[in-house]
């Protein structure tokens, strides 16, 4: 068993009310995401040298449970920044948000943005808690990699775990999924969003799944290096 399952065995409590009014999160996310092309569009006249990154995901990239500024995406700007950096990190997730959510939406997204120098792929966290097939999964992390591929768009695959409660051939199955995406689609891979965050009680919020401000800086710090790297290539 490795240092991440064992972190991640007292994660998983599915929360009942992640997964209601996702229309209306939608409806929501359209509006912010209408609302942050237009500010990218105009930052682009200024310093067409920004690069723009896009984290495409569900409750963890949203900032679920945080205040305005605390969520993923405002901390790895600020980190990457911090760095040496110039980017835009463009906020794209959607709480409740399944693969299955995120393929249907993905190229609605990009054409919607002027230019994508960078997405992050953080899906596939609220199937493993809906007990959603892997295949399932698979298909719909395989068929949003194909479509960046396509676009050539580089991605950074940002990978989940399944919770222990699914068993170990569950969890065998939709673990692999993620590597062997970025492996098959020669993508740079971020094994596992959570690390150094899951299974602390203090990195967390009440829920024991969406991490707090703490753990949130945690994440980044520990996920900016990678996307340095696919920036640099």
């Not at 209601?20 to 929501?28: F, G, S």
């Not at 808690?129 to 396509?150: C, F, H, V, Y």
């Not at 409660?165 to 065998?172: Q, T, V």
């Not at 799944?209 to 340095?228: C, D, L, Q, W, Y």
């Amino acid at each position: 068993m490795s240092k991440f399952q064992k972190l991640y065995n007292s994660v998983f409590t599915t929360p009942t009310a992640i997964f209601k009014h996702i229309a209306i999160k939608r409806l929501i996310f359209t509006i912010i995401y209408v609302l942050s092309s237009l500010y990218v569009s105009t930052g682009l006249s200024h310093a067409q040298e920004n690069k723009i990154i896009l984290a495409f995901g569900d409750s963890l990239t949203a900032g679920y449970g945080l205040g305005p500024g605390e969520g993923f995406t405002d901390e790895l700007e600020r980190t990457l920044n911090a760095l040496g950096s110039n980017v835009t990190v463009v906020n794209a997730g959607v709480s409740g948000d399944t693969t299955s959510g995120g393929l249907s939406r993905l190229e609605w997204v990009l054409e919607n943005l002027p230019k994508v120098d960078l997405v992050i792929l953080a899906l596939g966290a609220n199937d493993a808690l809906r007990g959603i097939q892997p295949e399932i999964t698979l298909n719909n992390i395989d068929g949003m990699a194909s479509i960046l591929k396509t676009k050539n768009i580089p991605t950074l695959i940002a990978g989940m775990m399944a919770p222990p409660n699914l068993g170990s051939i569950y969890a065998r199955k939709f673990n692999r999924i993620f590597p062997d995406t970025a492996e098959k689609y020669d993508m740079a891979l971020y094994p596992f969003f959570l690390d150094g965050v899951a299974g602390f009680m203090e990195l967390n919020q009440n829920d024991r799944i969406h991490p707090n401000t703490r753990g949130v800086a945690i994440i980044t710090k520990k996920m900016a290096p990678a996307i340095i790297d696919v920036l640099n290539k």
